[in-house]
């Protein structure tokens, strides 16, 4: 059995494709957002009394401002990675999303970690860095999709769907 030539994806598939990477990527950002407020309620015995706390503790604008630079690479992840794989892939959208929305988790949070720890004290610094940390989530997050999305299509030969030739 070998595998067919790459077939060509439409630009209407690939359009497709991103919309539903994008509402994919909804889905990972919730289940990071609920699980990262889980971990506040457990630590600090109810939802309420563990936002108050981060919202005052001195690492508060570096975790707050990771979570919103995760959620925002998330979702561009989620929806550039989808777009840019090509055909032979045997779930195209499911595995570029999801294997971009990991990464870009990981480049979204330590982004916005680094802006928030940069962040100046007070409601206005906060706010700036929680901004930027979005900005700078998007932008990572478009560029970890591409990267993904190459690598799926280019440098993941064990992810191909096998068709034997007719």
Do not use: N
Not at 109 to 120: M, S, T
Request: glycine share 14%; aromatic share 8%; hydrophobic share 55%.
């Amino acid at each position: 059995m070998t595998s067919v030539p790459e077939a060509r994806v439409s630009v209407p598939q690939r359009l497709w494709r991103a919309l539903l990477g994008l509402c994919l990527g909804w889905v990972w950002s919730s289940v990071l957002g609920l699980a990262c407020l889980g971990v506040v309620a457990a630590w600090y015995g109810g939802i309420d009394t563990g936002l108050s706390r981060v919202k005052d503790a001195p690492w508060g604008a570096t975790a707050v401002c990771g979570l919103f630079g995760a959620v925002a690479a998330i979702y561009a992840a989620s929806a550039v990675s989808p777009f840019m794989v090509g055909g032979g892939l045997r779930w195209p959208v499911r595995t570029s999303s999801f294997l971009a929305a990991l990464v870009g988790a990981v480049v979204g949070a330590l982004d916005g970690a680094l802006v928030g720890d940069a962040a100046e004290p007070g409601a206005e610094g906060r706010k700036a860095a929680a901004e930027l940390a979005v900005e700078l989530g998007i932008a990572g997050g478009i560029v970890t999709g591409l990267v993904v999305g190459y690598w799926l299509t280019r440098r993941a030969p064990h992810l191909r769907a096998i068709r034997p030739v007719s």
